[in-house]
């Protein structure tokens, strides 16, 4: 059984919940122990208490402690994804690489540790200097949801520990696995007891219980824009800093000029692998209409041809669907876009496997329009609507159409249009001939409109939410 860590002990008995493979329902990947609310409140006196010492903690500390966790991540990135493909379902290369991912982001924040600096500032009067400097925020309560289970606690865990901050991590419930396995690395690190802790279970209990107390100074949060909302809302009436990260609609633009074969690369990757359960899949493919009939058949033929299976078998190239809700939202949201007058060219069905899993078809619901609840809403799965424009001014209208903002993407040969493009599309993320989702992992992620809130994530930029400023003026 795995239990929470809080305090710098594993704690609880009760309250099990199992953890399903979605590729095989027969499989239980573990048993996973759910935090009530006064284990919660537990962790929360854990950090608070272990704060003003780790804020002291010399960057050596912080360092050795994030480059032990990002070492053995590397090291173990074969058996770890194992354990992520089987729990969430992405296909086993993808879950190897996100654990990969997660262990460069730990060693790239522990040398970030040893980069802490302010400013000097000659002061307007005679006789005084500044200072800024970047201190830590207090305890930070980090929030995660199931698409990305150890890279997401990753890039929230390691910039947070490494700026001083001490941690409450409440995992998504559905996929608690790589979430528990990152923590019990973490608690061998050599970090003060509190420092760091992990309350696993349902978002309305553990996640809330977090959210209301006032020891917990900031809350990083990413998942849907419902849920994302009502945590703003709670912590803006107890004054606390919040960065959120939310849905997307990303648009892949294809102009007449695309080189053809990078361009269905970019849509058939952008939107279906991963199961298209990234916040940044490319859910609305824009082509021009001078190829657009050419494209769109041969995207169809394509993604008919995409092999979906157990996560875990090395010919997959689409693992299941999440979970039975998520398969069902796909399915719901095949028949919105068919009722509403898009054209289903391939997939949008359950699939029989070899083992009982949530296994669903990839989807291209072509002759979209923009307007459409398909076009406009987060789907969050491997269905993608094709949409055609008139020329590259309509292409960029439709792709900022959007009430999100979070990655973009266009695919053509004009210098002239990708630099027009990288400059007018209102995403906090673009890609020129390369997918919407996939970036790397040591510079800002983030999105504008209704995609994201508060500072960027990862890179350099991630100290703009993990710490505060302080201006001090010394007269000698
Ligand atoms: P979700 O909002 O259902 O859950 C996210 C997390 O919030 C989970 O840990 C959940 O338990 C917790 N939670 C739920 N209710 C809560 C409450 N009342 N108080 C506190 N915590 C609560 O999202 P999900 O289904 O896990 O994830 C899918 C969503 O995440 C999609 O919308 C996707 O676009 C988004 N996402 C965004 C990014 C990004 O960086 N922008 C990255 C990945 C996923």
């Given at each position: 059984?795995h239990?929470?860590?809080i305090a ?5 008995a009760?309250n099990?919940q199992q953890n399903?493979?979605p ?8 048993e996973?122990?759910r935090a009530?609310a ?9 950090a608070?208490?272990?704060w003003p010492n780790w ?5 050596q ?16 990135k074969?058996e770890l994804?194992e354990?992520l493909?089987?729990?969430e379902?992405?296909t086993?290369p993808?879950?190897v690489?996100?654990v990969?991912?997660?262990?460069q982001?730990?060693?790239f ?7 802490i600096?302010?400013d000097?500032?000659a ?7 500044v200072e800024?400097?970047?201190?830590p925020?207090g ?6 949801p ?6 997401i606690p990753?890039?929230?865990i390691?910039p947070a520990l490494?700026?001083?901050n ?8 559905l996929v608690?696995?790589?979430a528990?396995?990152l923590?019990e ?5 050599g ?5 760091f802790?992990?309350?696993?279970g349902?978002?309305?209990?553990v996640?809330?219980?977090f959210i209301d107390?006032?020891?917990v ?12 909302h009502?945590?703003l809302?709670q912590?803006?009436q107890?004054?606390?800093k ?8 990303n648009?892949?633009v294809i102009?007449d ?12 990757q952008?939107?279906f692998y ?11 493919i ?5 190829i657009y ?9 394509r993604?008919?041809?995409l092999?979906?299976g157990?996560a875990l ?8 669907v999440?979970d ?7 399915l719901?949201?095949v028949k919105i876009?068919q009722?509403e007058?898009a054209?289903l060219?391939?997939?949008g069905?359950t ?10 078809s990839?989807?291209?619901?072509a002759?979209a329009?923009?307007?459409?609840r398909?076009s406009?809403e987060?789907i969050f ?9 008139d020329?590259y001014d ?6 900022n159409?959007t009430e ?6 266009i695919?053509?040969?004009s210098l ?5 493009f990288?400059r007018a599309?209102?995403a906090?993320?673009?890609?020129v001939?390369v997918?919407?989702a ?7 992620f983030?999105?504008r409109?209704?995609s994201?809130y508060?500072?960027?994530?990862q890179g350099r930029?991630?100290?703009?939410f ?11």
């Amino acid at each position: 059984m795995h239990k929470n860590w809080i305090a710098g002990e594993w704690i609880g008995a009760s309250n099990v919940q199992q953890n399903i493979n979605p590729s095989d329902l027969n499989d239980v990947v573990g048993e996973y122990v759910r935090a009530s609310a006064d284990e919660v409140e537990a962790a929360v006196s854990a950090a608070y208490q272990a704060w003003p010492n780790w804020s002291l903690s010399t960057p050596q500390q912080r360092f050795d402690a994030l480059d032990f966790v990002g070492t053995e991540l590397l090291a173990r990135k074969a058996e770890l994804g194992e354990l992520l493909a089987r729990e969430e379902g992405k296909t086993l290369p993808e879950a190897v690489a996100e654990v990969a991912r997660a262990g460069q982001i730990f060693k790239f924040f522990a040398g970030e540790a040893l980069r802490i600096t302010g400013d000097a500032v000659a002061s307007v009067r005679p006789g005084i200097q500044v200072e800024v400097t970047r201190e830590p925020l207090g305890v930070v309560g980090i929030i995660t949801p199931w698409n990305f289970p150890i890279a997401i606690p990753a890039w929230k865990i390691a910039p947070a520990l490494a700026y001083g901050n001490c941690v409450v991590f409440k995992p998504a419930d559905l996929v608690p696995g790589s979430a528990w396995a990152l923590a019990e690395i973490i608690s061998r690190s050599g970090l003060p007891g509190g420092v760091f802790n992990l309350v696993m279970g349902r978002g309305s209990v553990v996640g809330a219980a977090f959210i209301d107390d006032p020891r917990v100074t900031a809350i990083t949060f990413t998942g849907s824009v419902g849920t994302g909302h009502g945590i703003l809302q709670q912590a803006a009436q107890k004054q606390k800093k919040v960065q959120l990260e939310l849905g997307g609609k990303n648009p892949l633009v294809i102009l007449d000029d695309a080189d053809l074969e990078t361009a269905l690369d970019c849509a058939i990757q952008g939107a279906f692998y991963s199961t298209g359960q990234r916040c940044t899949a490319s859910s609305r493919i824009i082509v021009e209409k001078g190829i657009y009939d050419q494209f769109t058949d041969t995207l169809a033929k394509r993604t008919a041809a995409l092999r979906v299976g157990h996560a875990l078998d090395a010919n997959t190239q689409i693992g299941p669907v999440a979970d039975a809700s998520q398969l069902q939202q796909d399915l719901d949201y095949v028949k919105i876009g068919q009722d509403e007058g898009a054209q289903l060219l391939c997939g949008g069905q359950t699939l029989e496997g070899k083992t009982p899993g949530y296994y669903f078809s990839p989807a291209v619901l072509a002759h979209a329009t923009n307007d459409m609840r398909v076009s406009r809403e987060e789907i969050f799965g491997p269905v993608a609507t094709v949409i055609k424009a008139d020329d590259y001014d309509h292409a960029l209208a439709l792709a900022n159409d959007t009430e999100f903002g979070l990655s973009s993407g266009i695919c053509t040969q004009s210098l002239k249009r990708a630099t027009h493009f990288k400059r007018a599309i209102q995403a906090g993320m673009t890609m020129v001939n390369v997918p919407t989702a996939g970036v790397d992992y040591h510079v800002p992620f983030g999105g504008r409109k209704g995609s994201s809130y508060g500072p960027r994530e990862q890179g350099r930029y991630a100290q703009e939410f993990f710490t505060i400023v302080k201006t001090a003026y010394t007269k000698a």
